[in-house]
């Protein structure tokens, strides 16, 4: 079973800086297996990304992912006050079939 | 627009069975789309439960698939879940969500399910 281990843990940045959060597998994925999600307090998760790098409807552009392999980054170019939340990675294993979760970057305002 | 929603008990004694139900409104549960559950223990990550498609074929979670049932109901438009012999480590809030391709495109709103006597 893959892991992924998600770095780092919590990311204190300013509104307008520009984040990079880190997911890495202990085995390849597939790109088309790997997306990310936003967590608020309170609320169900949001998909962001899908494909390690199509973005879901109505996510603005200013969420990017990327990576293959072993190694996919999230980037948020520039920073807004509602991007502060945590993030995920997950990816799809099709042997046997299901689904696992990063343990989740904290992104906190600095 | 999809949307699901969670019901069911808050409290489940421990060594019984967790049962919640995920209602489809908006779209049809026959649609061709898998249908999963997903948990989160309070101020912890996420953990994939298992999987159903609208056929009734299912997958599980290794580490849970002893225990589990997820199961649909087309008539009522319905996804359920069964989680027998829980635990306090079963205390979590429960998602429904509906597949995207290889991941969850659509989440309900979540329900906590607290394991006390």
């Known amino acids: 079973e893959s892991v992924l281990t998600q770095s780092p843990g919590t990311l204190s940045l300013s509104p307008g800086e520009r984040a990079t959060l880190s997911c890495r597998a202990s085995q390849s994925v597939s790109s088309n297996y790997l997306a990310w999600y936003q967590q608020k307090p309170g609320q169900a998760p949001r998909l962001l990304i899908y494909g390690a790098s199509s973005r879901a409807t109505g996510i603005p552009d200013r969420f990017s992912g990327s990576g293959s392999g072993t190694d996919f980054t999230l980037t948020i170019s520039r920073l807004e006050p509602e991007d502060f939340a945590v993030y995920y990675c997950q990816q799809y294993d099709d042997s046997p079939p299901g689904y696992t979760f990063g343990q989740g970057t904290k992104l906190e305002i600095k | 627009q999809v949307q699901l929603q969670e019901s069911g008990p808050g409290l489940v004694n421990p060594s019984g069975t967790l049962s919640l139900a995920c209602a489809v409104s908006g779209g049809s549960i026959s649609s061709g789309s898998w249908w999963s559950w997903v948990r989160q223990p309070p101020g912890k990550g996420l953990e994939w439960i298992g999987q159903?498609?609208?056929?009734?074929?299912?997958h599980y979670n290794p580490s849970l698939k002893s225990r589990v049932t997820i199961s649909v109901d087309k008539s009522m438009s319905q996804v359920s879940l069964r989680l027998s012999s829980v635990t306090a480590a079963d205390t979590a809030v429960y998602y429904c969500?509906?597949?995207?391709?290889?991941?969850?495109?659509?989440w309900g709103q979540g329900a906590l399910v607290t394991v006390s006597s």
């Open positions: 969500a509906r597949h995207s391709g290889y991941c969850f495109g659509i």
């Open positions: 159903t498609y609208y056929d009734g074929y299912a």
